[in-house]
């Protein structure tokens, strides 16, 4: 029996985790479950899996969630102090599966703690790059992909030396606007954003897919897990969603891994690495997909790819201010503020309004994080 924590136990990876959970009850053991304001939710999770300890990060939200629990033994906290404290009792595994730079805190509170972290929270690693990956390294904790492309191309480099790949290629579904003109894209709505034509996701990662940042974030967290050099990485839209990720070695081979557009195929890959555990996913059948195609991007249409790739060159506290811009920027897309097309322009502005200084640390990077939100904010109020 190993132990498990799941951060973000309420959202859509969470959901996905703890559905392969439930199928294998014997083999794990919960510490801790966490969940930003959906009390009702993580009370129901925490009772069903006899979690340790259930942790909403909105603290108005912790007097539901102790009456929920109340007599059952599973301790409760409130707050993102809590979340913290909470990631740092350690488990053997630790899906972060937090949306957004609010999961770096805690992700980075159980690399402290040596152990394995699944990580889907990919905005934590782009906001903290080095400083996630010294920790990692620091602390003799694993790091073991989620994200289905880097998954797969974790997969994909296993017993091969990464000083002889060519190429890692990214796919990408080029989400719900991929043959969309630009009058269109001007005018998509919040409701088209998320309805993602393969994967069922949260708000916030749909709406990255639509304007492809989900996939510039993906360059620049491929460049901190595989460091091949970033001139090594590139982007190939696939709109099947079925080949989840490519590498090229020196001489001419590529391996690619497929798969159904299932996250729990990739959940389950982590949890069990190296062994390999059962999943409830049809298997793949080929002949019923009948056609895998691939095409360039279009940096015209969709510029998120270029401005992850120009930030990932610059390094140092840039990823961090792209991520958190991107942030505010589809966050006020989904509360009707801004168009869909000004999510990349006005990401671009914050990026172009100032050059703060390189992380050393996680203090510095949620400051590098918090600036470039208040600027964000500053830029869209005077637009
Ligand atoms: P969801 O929006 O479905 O879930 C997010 C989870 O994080 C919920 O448990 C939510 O709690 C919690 N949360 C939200 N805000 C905060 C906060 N400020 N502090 C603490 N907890 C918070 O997201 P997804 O599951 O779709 O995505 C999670 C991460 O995984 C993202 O980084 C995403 O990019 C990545 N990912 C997701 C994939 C997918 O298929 N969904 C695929 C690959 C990567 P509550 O429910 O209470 O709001």
């Known amino acids: ?3 498990l924590s799941v951060l973000g136990a309420t959202g859509s990876v969470g959901a996905s985790t703890l559905d392969l959970v439930r199928r294998e009850p014997e083999a794990w053991r919960l510490v801790a479950l966490t969940a930003h304001s959906n009390a009702t939710e993580l009370a129901r999770l925490a009772l069903e899996f006899s979690a340790e300890i259930a942790v909403v990060a909105d603290e108005a939200r912790l ?3 102790r009456e929920a629990l109340a007599g059952t033994g ?16 350690g488990a053997d595994v630790t899906v972060a599966a937090i949306v957004g730079c609010a999961g770096l805190a805690p992700t980075m509170a159980a690399i402290e703690q040596g152990g394995v972290i699944a990580l889907a ?3 934590a690693l782009v906001s903290a790059g080095e400083v996630m990956t010294a920790a990692v390294a620091r602390h003799g904790a694993t790091l073991l992909p989620v994200d289905s492309e880097h998954n797969a191309i974790f997969q994909c480099l296993q017993g091969n030396n990464t000083a002889h790949v060519r190429w890692i290629t990214l796919t990408a579904s080029g989400g719900p606007f991929r043959d969309w003109s630009w009058e269109q894209l001007s005018a998509a709505t919040p409701a088209q954003a998320i309805k993602h034509p393969n994967w069922d ?3 916030k990662i749909s709406v990255d897919s639509a304007t492809m940042f989900n996939k510039g974030l993906e360059l620049i967290e491929a460049h901190h897990l595989f460091p091949v050099g970033l001139d090594r990485l590139r982007i190939i839209v696939h709109p099947q969603s079925i080949v989840h990720s ?3 070695y020196r001489d001419g081979s590529t391996l690619a891994q497929l798969g159904p ?13 190296p062994e390999r555990m059962d999943t409830p996913c049809a298997p793949l059948d080929l002949a019923a997909i009948g056609e895998l195609t691939f095409r360039t991007p279009d940096e015209d249409r969709f510029p998120a790819t270029r401005l992850a790739r120009e930030a990932a060159q610059a390094g ?6 792209l991520n958190a811009a991107n942030e505010v920027a589809v966050a006020a897309f989904l509360a009707g503020q801004i168009s869909f097309t000004r999510i990349a322009a006005q990401v671009e502005d914050v990026l172009n309004a100032y050059m703060p200084v390189a992380p050393a640390c996680l203090s510095d990077v949620l400051a590098v994080d918090g600036e470039a939100r208040e600027r964000a904010r500053q830029l869209m109020e005077a637009a």
């Open 1 to 3: 029996m190993r132990s």
């Open 74 to 89: 599973i301790a409760t906290a409130g707050g993102p102090a809590a979340l913290v404290e909470a990631a740092a009792r």
């Open 246 to 248: 490519m590498v090229e």
């Open 201 to 203: 996701m949260g708000a």
């Open 316 to 321: 140092g506290a840039i990823p961090a201010v």
């Open 121 to 123: 929270n990919k905005e």
């Open 261 to 273: 557009s299932d996250m729990r195929v990739p959940i389950a890959s982590a949890l069990a690495y």
């Open 63 to 65: 007097p539901e969630l």
